[in-house]
């Protein structure tokens, strides 16, 4: 059963938008964090905001803070990452996980299977 399921990614030109939606399932749901990631090719997956499933409590990573947000629709069971002013170096796939919190991959044992974003002229 797929728990999470991304959509929203494209290509986009630098200083454009995008916003991912994360479709995540009740089990997803029922941990703590729902988290975005990314990994850009040769490089490690990296941690760019979560939002508690509890409160709806936000936190970013400093390479992302002020330029992206996360939100959720409760209602619809998503979990939204709007992106603004995006640059060439924010090009990777980008996943949504859940699991217990912080930006660590190793903490989120559930994960989609990923949106590409592309940023280029």
């Known amino acids: 059963q797929v728990q999470l399921v991304e959509s929203g990614g494209g290509l986009v030109q630098p200083g454009g938008s995008l916003r991912l939606s994360c479709a995540a399932s009740?089990?997803?749901?029922?941990?703590?964090?729902i988290g975005w990631f990314r990994q850009a090719p040769g490089k490690g997956r990296e941690g760019l905001a979560i939002?508690?499933?509890?409160?709806?409590?936000?936190y970013y990573a400093d390479s992302v803070k002020g330029r992206f947000a996360i939100s959720r629709d409760i209602a619809k069971n998503t979990v939204y990452l709007e992106m603004n002013n995006l640059k060439p170096e924010d090009t990777a796939v980008y996943y949504c996980?859940?699991?217990?919190?912080?930006?660590?991959?190793?903490?989120?044992?559930?994960w989609g299977q990923g949106t590409q974003v592309t940023v280029s002229s």
């Open positions: 996980a859940a699991g217990v919190g912080g930006l660590g991959p190793s903490e989120y044992p559930v």
């Open positions: 939002i508690s499933t509890n409160d709806g409590n936000t």
């Open positions: 009740e089990f997803a749901l029922g941990y703590y964090a």
